[in-house]
T-cell receptor
Framework: KNEVEQSPQNLTAQEGEFITINCSYS?????LHWLQQHPGGGIVSLFMLSSGKKKHGRLIATINIQEKHSSLHITASHPRDSAVYICAPRGGSQGNLIFGKGTKLSVKP | EAQVTQNPRYLITVTGKKLTVTCSQNMNHEYMSWYRQDPGLGLRQIYYSMNVEVTDKGDVPEGYKVSRKEKRNFPLILESPSPNQTSLYFCASSSGAGRAETQYFGPGTRLLVL
């Protein structure tokens, strides 16, 4: 049973396109993280949100707690956005992260 | 600079030879955690620690040990490594044990067990 489902698994886009990555989860959570994993392997936390919407530059993250759904949007995508994006709700009594399997994004020039 | 460091970054070893992967953070974080990442399975939690001398099992603790004697360090110990422990390992930390705080990840350790 997958507690966190991400879609799509793989995504290829042309530079400049608007990108949406979706995340659905089945457990109660206190917050949700979006992570970016670079081709070299390093992981960076992009957002942590518990309600509404957050924006950092060209990246926007939204969450609907009632519907147990979050989205990550990238406006005006660029080849340097190519990475794996991982949704990670924080749930359970200890607040540990539960990870989606990731969405591999490739942005072509 | 705020960071989580891991050593070694790459390690090739043989079955049964004990090894330790170190993890250290300089942010005075209470919460630290170890994850492994495998193709098709994503990231899975091995062990975590809410504070000094407080550790608990994650989803895949078998074959691993941890200790938290100091706030900044959280080593991962493989007493008798086996080939199924070949993986990419990440250490992470955050402030506020159990609270919704940003997690900082180390650079990862690639382990190959022959």
């Amino acid at each position: 049973k997958n507690e966190v489902e991400q879609s799509p698994q793989n995504l290829t886009a042309q530079e400049g396109e608007f990108i949406t990555i979706n995340c659905s989860y089945s457990v109660g959570i206190s917050a949700l993280h979006w992570l970016q994993q670079h081709p070299g392997g390093g992981i960076v936390s992009l957002f942590m949100l518990s309600s509404g919407k957050k924006k950092h530059g060209r990246l926007i993250a939204t969450i609907n707690i009632q519907e147990k759904h979050s989205s990550l949007h990238i406006t005006a995508s660029h080849p340097r956005d190519s990475a794996v994006y991982i949704c990670a709700p924080r749930g359970g009594s200890q607040g540990n992260l539960i990870f989606g399997k990731g969405t591999k994004l490739s942005v072509k020039p | 600079e705020a960071q989580v460091t891991q050593n070694p970054r790459y390690l090739i070893t043989v079955t049964g030879k004990k090894l330790t992967v170190t993890c250290s953070q300089n942010m005075n974080h209470e919460y630290m955690s170890w994850y492994r990442q495998d193709p098709g399975l994503g990231l899975r939690q091995i062990y975590y620690s809410m504070n000094v001398e407080v550790t608990d099992k994650g989803d895949v603790p078998e074959g691993y040990k941890v200790s938290r004697k100091e706030k900044r360090n959280f080593p991962l110990i493989l007493e008798s490594p086996s080939p199924n422990q070949t993986s990419l390992y990440f250490c992470a930390s955050s402030s506020g044990a159990g609270r919704a705080e940003t997690q900082y990840f180390g650079p990862g350790t690639r382990l190959l067990v022959l």
